[in-house]
């Protein structure tokens, strides 16, 4: 079965420090992952998504994630994180050929002013 | 455009109930996926719905079951309430047979079981 790793529950930074969350799935095959984002009070909301192609994939808010294919992760980067980044972020996986999509447990950042 | 709506916002029900929950679709969206949130975790894959048929299903107990209407509007209906049944309930929509892969999520409905 499908899952996905979220390594950190909870992250602590200061304004302008670079941020990497870490995402891992396990599936064999091929995939298609995302990461969503969930601000206080707001609806989960997609943030990047990955389907095909370039690795590399860049999303709203300055945010980009990279594939990496023989390490089955997708982890999330941003260089100079704001106080408006603070959010719960939740990493996601599904099979082309599927409907279901598997979500990590999720991140909660917290960016000091 | 409307997003994504949920109704109602709280829910409180006690062991043994019954609760429909229900959730209109962003326009121009057909496909409608159900998720259960508990406290702490991410999204759980409940099932989706397309043309009015359950489409795919997670590991949910059958006493979860759903329904599309034809203007693609669905309703979550869970029968013998448990307390585990305690969540954020979330309600997502996309547009024909790409399923999951582009979803947009609504605000969700809490279910307190007591």
């Known amino acids: 079965a499908q899952s996905v790793s979220q390594h950190n529950h909870h992250v602590i930074l200061s304004e302008a420090a670079s941020l990497e969350l870490g995402c891992n799935y396990s599936?064999?095959?091929?995939?298609?992952l995302f990461w969503y984002v969930q601000y206080p009070g707001q609806h989960l909301q997609l943030l990047l998504k990955?389907?095909?192609?370039?690795?590399l994939v860049k999303g709203i808010k300055g945010f980009e994630a990279e594939f990496i294919k023989s390490k089955f992760s997708f982890n999330l980067r941003k260089p100079s994180v704001q106080w408006s980044d603070t959010a719960e972020y939740f990493c996601?996986?599904?099979?082309?050929?599927?409907?279901?999509?598997?979500f990590g447990a999720g991140t909660r950042l917290f960016v000091k002013a | 455009d409307a997003g994504v709506t949920q109704s109602p916002t709280h829910l409180i029900k006690t062991r043994g109930q019954q609760v429909t929950l229900r959730c209109s679709p962003k326009?121009?969206?057909?496909?409608v996926s159900w998720y259960q949130q508990a406290l702490g975790q991410g999204p759980q894959f409940i099932f989706q719905?397309?043309?009015?048929?359950?489409?795919q299903r997670g590991n949910f107990p059958d006493r979860f079951s759903g329904h599309q209407f034809p203007n693609y509007s669905s309703e979550l209906n869970v029968n013998a309430l448990l307390l585990g049944d305690s969540a954020l309930y979330l309600c997502?929509?996309?547009?024909?047979?790409?399923?999951?892969?582009?979803?947009?999520f609504g605000p969700g409905t809490r279910l307190t079981v007591t």
């Open positions: 997502a929509s996309s547009w024909g047979l790409a399923g999951a892969y582009e979803q947009y």
């Open positions: 326009s121009g969206h057909d496909t």
């Open positions: 990955y389907f095909s192609g370039d690795p």
């Open positions: 599936y064999g095959g091929t995939v298609n």
């Open positions: 996601a996986v599904n099979d082309p050929g599927g409907f279901k999509t598997i």
């Open positions: 719905y397309y043309e009015e048929e359950e489409r």
